[in-house]
Structures are given as C-alpha cells and as structure tokens.
C-alpha cells in the first residue's frame, strides 16, 4: 500500500511530509516538538518498514528545513540557496 502512496505524488515523501505538517499545523494544543513527533509517528503508520528506513535519517532535517523554508529563513533564486540575514 505505502508504495502506491509514494508513487502517487509528485516529489514522494516531500509531499507526505507537507501534507501531515499542514495537517498538524491546525493543532494549537501541542508544541512544535510534539507536532514533529506526531508528523514522525504518522509517517510511520503510512510508510512501511524499509520504507520508514530508507528515509529515517533525514526526515527530522527535512522537516526543519520546511518550517524555515516557511519562516522564510531562505532565499531561493537560480537553484541557489542562501540563508536569509534575520536582523532582530
């Protein structure tokens, strides 16, 4: 089942990893830490095993880049990235 599910979207476990965040992201009752838990947990219950495996290493990286992607803590232009000076 968890292969049909990656091979239905476009940029595979990118897009299940927006789609749980944006799903998490309506729970003000829980933390940021307890969101990326839950994100984490839920991937596992959708991907199996040697899937959840074969992506175990960067799925907390990938998620924090999101939310600073969204926090618009980089630039992207021309297929470079940049992180973005935040002056306080």
Do not use: P, R, W
Not at 34 to 54: A, F, G, P, R, S
């Amino acid at each position: 089942m968890s292969n049909k599910l990656l091979e239905t979207t476009k940029f595979g476990i990118i897009d299940i990893v927006v789609t749980l965040m944006h799903t998490v992201e309506s729970f003000v009752e829980m933390s940021g830490e307890q969101k990326k838990e839950y994100v984490i947990e839920q991937l596992k219950v959708l991907l199996d095993e040697i899937e959840y495996q074969q992506y175990e290493d960067i799925i907390s990286n990938l998620i924090e880049f999101l939310i600073a992607m969204s926090k618009n803590n980089y630039d992207l232009k021309l297929n470079k990235i940049t992180k973005c000076c935040i002056i306080a």
